[in-house]
């Protein structure tokens, strides 16, 4: 049953945790934007990567813009030379108007003295498209020249420069078959015949071009006019362009071989710093998963200082974790089965006497041992399945933030008016917190219930008209902020050797005079649970007198402040 006094924390705090969650909630947001582009691991990958990458686009930027550039240029040196040509034998044309015509044998000899450049050719069209002059042709003369000696053919030697003609060539012919290139040579594949049409209609015709075999060529066709009659088309065309840019690419081959290499090393970094240690991990989970006790089978992995050695040490807190939550459930069984065997020796004693008892005064004292060992077990029932629920209700709950100062007066108030007139009585100290509030993030149930246990095991052993004290502090260790709480009484203190064990389970140390049975030794074992689960501690310690004498036991329980970043 809930305590109407403690349930009255969570309508004061509800608006003030619904805010802190949203303003939690965005700084968790930008937190994880600035640790993605800071990680170590994220830059190692994107610049390893990245690298390979600038230099294969880089390269191919360079000779895009080579390429163009170079059209560029031999398109206007080809325009030069065939305007010059059209003018010179425009003017040796004989008659006028529909009358006029070439003179061949003049524009041959035009042609004769033009200093042609290596991979240039020079041709002169008719008005009906025919070809009636040509540099490669002008002189009709056939050269005759002797073969080469026979060689007998030889096993071709397997050379440095062997390989990289045959490692270039293979290159070459893979790049001249990428979709992107095909898809250039068919918006530029047009035949000769089609410039010269367009130039007896009297517009030029220039730029770059691939013929049946894709190979490219740069041509210029021009007019030739008299007045303004179109007498024929003059077409210099120039097929070194696809050379020049070949051999340019021959040149990228290092580059290219630097891009690969750089993708190789980017894989191998890759595979060394995260495929590997990856691998040990789940290697080290399946190994943990298969065997009884592996707790070390989880390499450390946390000097890498990245998200894979953070993957590592939580992966070994998590094994650790594991295998100390199975020792305890193993222990905690062990103490289970003891504890009920008690009782049940006692009911099997009794129960055994009971057939043998003479008198009714006998039945009667053996009836009583039985119904207080069945309360006793039944008691017992109860607060180890409360025990055995701490970790599933917090794993359920939601951590609030809660006002220090507030929750004290609550649960102070509410033992002051239910509290007996004559038994002790309790009050609280939050002076020491300040005026500004202090905010623990805890939750509430769960951490309400750790000091009602501890203030009703302080009333326990406290006198009648004793005084069981709830205090609370801030304190700075290690320049972190805690809240320090005290619950103290003024009973006989704890033995020095069981400061410590009293928080084990069971343990049932009463006072003089207390009735047998009535405490499972489960409450100081709980409120260790659920402070543990605070990331706080919890503490026994005696308080002493000016004498030095022991004036009572006092109870510590430590957990961290609030800050107001993340309130």
């Known amino acids: 049953m809930a305590d109407p006094k403690v349930d009255k924390i969570t309508e004061n705090n509800a608006g003030r945790s619904v805010e802190a969650k949203r303003v939690r909630l965005r700084s968790r947001r930008k937190g994880a934007r600035r640790r993605l582009f800071s990680s170590r691991l994220t830059q190692v990958i994107f610049f390893s990567n990245l690298i390979g990458l600038l230099i294969l686009v880089s390269g191919s930027l360079a000779m895009n813009r080579f390429e163009s550039s170079l059209i560029e240029a031999k398109v206007d040196n080809l325009h030069s030379l065939a305007a010059t040509i059209t003018t010179v034998i425009g003017e040796q044309a004989t008659g006028f108007g529909s009358a006029a015509k070439l003179d061949i044998d003049g524009a ?31 002189d009709d003369t056939i050269t005759i020249s002797p073969l080469d ?6 096993e071709p030697q397997k050379n440095y420069e062997v390989w990289k003609e045959e490692l270039q060539e293979w290159t070459q012919n893979h790049i001249q078959n990428l979709p992107w290139r095909k898809a250039k040579r068919n918006h530029f594949r047009r035949d000769l015949r089609a410039d010269v049409r367009s130039a007896l209609s009297g517009e030029k015709s220039m730029g770059p071009r691939y013929d049946d075999k894709d190979n490219l060529i740069v041509s210029v066709s021009v007019p030739v006019q008299r007045v303004q009659q179109v007498l024929g088309v003059v077409t210099v065309e120039s097929n070194d362009v696809g050379n020049i840019v070949s051999a340019e690419r021959k040149a990228l081959a290092p580059i290219i071989g630097l891009a690969v290499l750089a993708a190789l090393l980017s894989s191998l970094a890759l595979t060394l710093f995260i495929t590997l240690p990856m691998r040990k991990l789940s290697i080290a989970a399946e190994v943990v998963s298969r065997s009884s006790d592996k707790r070390d089978a989880i390499p450390d992995l946390s000097k890498r200082r990245d998200e894979i050695g953070d993957l590592s040490s939580m992966m070994r807190e998590m094994t650790l974790g594991l295998y100390s939550r199975i020792d305890d459930i193993a222990n905690f069984a062990a103490d289970v089965a ?22 009714d005064e006998q039945r009667g004292q053996l009836i009583d041992i039985i119904q207080k060992d ?5 008691r017992l029932i109860t607060d180890i399945s409360k025990a055995s629920k701490v970790d599933a209700n917090l794993a359920r709950d939601t951590a609030q933030s809660l006002d220090v100062s507030e929750i004290i007066h609550n649960i102070t108030e509410f033992y002051q008016q239910t509290g007996a007139e004559s038994g002790p009585r309790v009050e609280n100290s939050v002076s020491d917190l300040g005026e500004s509030p202090v905010f623990i993030r805890a939750f509430e149930t769960p951490f309400a219930q750790v000091l009602r246990n501890l203030i009703d095991n302080a009333l326990t052993f406290s006198p009648e008209n004793g005084v069981v004290r709830l205090t609370a502090k801030t304190e700075v260790e290690q320049n972190k902020e805690f809240v320090v709480l005290s619950v103290e009484d003024e009973g ?20 003089k005079g207390a009735e047998f049975g009535n405490h499972s030794g489960l409450g100081l074992a709980i409120c260790r649970q659920i402070i543990s689960a605070h990331n706080g501690i919890i503490f026994a310690e005696n308080k002493t007198d000016m004498d030095g004498n022991v004036s009572g036991a006092r109870f510590v329980v430590k957990i961290p402040r609030q800050s107001m970043k993340s309130s």
């Open 492 to 511: 006989p203190g704890i033995p020095p050797d069981s400061l410590e064990t009293v928080f084990e389970r069971f343990y049932t140390q009463r006072p």
């Open 338 to 359: 003891h504890e009920i065997k008690n009782p049940l020796t006692s009911l099997r004693s009794a129960s055994d006497t009971l057939r043998v008892a003479k008198t």
């Open 108 to 138: 041959k000899q035009v042609l004769r003295g033009v200093n042609v450049p290596s991979g240039w050719r020079v041709r002169l069209h008719d008005r009906s498209g025919g070809v009636v002059a040509d540099t490669e042709r002008l």
């Open 149 to 154: 000696p026979i060689i007998p053919e030889q």
């Open 374 to 378: 069945v309360s006793r077990m039944d």
